[in-house]
């Protein structure tokens, strides 16, 4: 169903009960078998805590989940409560406005299955998503949709956040942005071409936006992966472009992470990794 790239991360109050949440809908396997949660913490002898510290708080702890059945992956992050509240520049678009699509062949049983598996998480009712063959509902202040089809990754905008997205995406990424129909509502939205998976850019007046509380108003409150980046051309366009702030550099192993000029969290595999 899914392709293996299909992967999300979001930022969880509650690392145990967010993971059975989704457990429940077999979400199973731990990247490499771990027992236990990976901590990072901003300490000496920690280099990826003492990197992600002015970005998400002085630690961390996080699960990298798998379906192997649909090989969609989540990665489930876990603030200090101190760390939510951490002064973020959270007025623009795409910080903590992603909307998850996880595939599964019944969403109302889904549904039902992950909250009786994590009743303490804030959960709202399901909705039908007709044009999606599924269900809506926000979880942990995060917005999913369970659907009958593939997983995505819908990223919302205002209109007047836009056009330095639209820039970003093709300008810098070299991504193409491919119009669909919205069926008259007036919004826009656009596919995302060549990026390994479904990734849409929803343009629409009053975009809903997390509530500061909810601890989803800051870089990196979640993220989507894109393949088949060329990562040296990419490096000299951020540069040139003032457009897009690496997070992680590009790496020899073909990886880079990079913050979009709106907030985007974007992982980055180059196009030589397979």
């Known amino acids: 169903m899914a392709e293996t790239q299909a992967h999300h991360g979001v930022t969880v109050s509650d690392l145990e009960a967010m993971t059975a ?20 913490r901003n300490e000496d ?7 992600i510290a002015p970005t998400l708080g002085d630690e961390i702890r996080t699960w990298f989940i798998e379906n192997p059945a649909t090989r969609q992956q989540i990665d489930l992050v876990e603030l200090t409560a101190e760390g939510t509240r951490l002064d973020r520049p959270g007025d623009e678009p795409a910080q903590g406005d992603l909307t998850i699509g996880i595939a599964t062949d019944d969403p109302e049983g889904a549904y039902r299955a992950m909250r009786e598996a994590a009743p303490g998480l804030a959960w709202s009712e399901a909705e039908a998503l007709p044009q999606e063959d599924g269900l809506a509902f926000t979880l942990d202040s995060q917005r999913y949709v369970l659907t009958r089809g593939e997983p995505f990754a819908l990223v919302h905008y205002p209109r007047s956040g836009f056009a330095r997205a639209w820039r970003f995406f093709q300008q810098v990424l070299g991504y193409r942005l491919t119009s669909l129909s919205t069926q008259g509502t ?6 995302l071409q060549g990026g390994g998976g479904r990734v849409e850019l929803v343009v629409e007046e009053g975009t809903p936006v997390a509530p500061a509380e909810a601890g989803k108003r800051y870089l990196g409150s979640n993220h989507f992966r894109l393949l088949n980046a060329d990562l040296e051309a990419i490096a000299e366009r951020v540069e040139s472009s003032g457009l897009g702030t690496w997070f992680f550099p590009p790496s020899e192993a073909g990886f880079a992470q990079i913050i979009g000029p709106t907030g985007e969290f974007i992982e980055l595999y180059d196009r030589s990794v397979s």
């Open 45 to 51: 002898g920690d280099a990826i805590g003492q990197m």
């Open 186 to 191: 007036g919004d826009e939205r656009w596919a």
């Open 21 to 40: 949440a989704v457990a429940a809908i077999g979400f199973t396997s731990i990247e490499g078998g771990a027992s236990e949660p990976r901590n990072y």
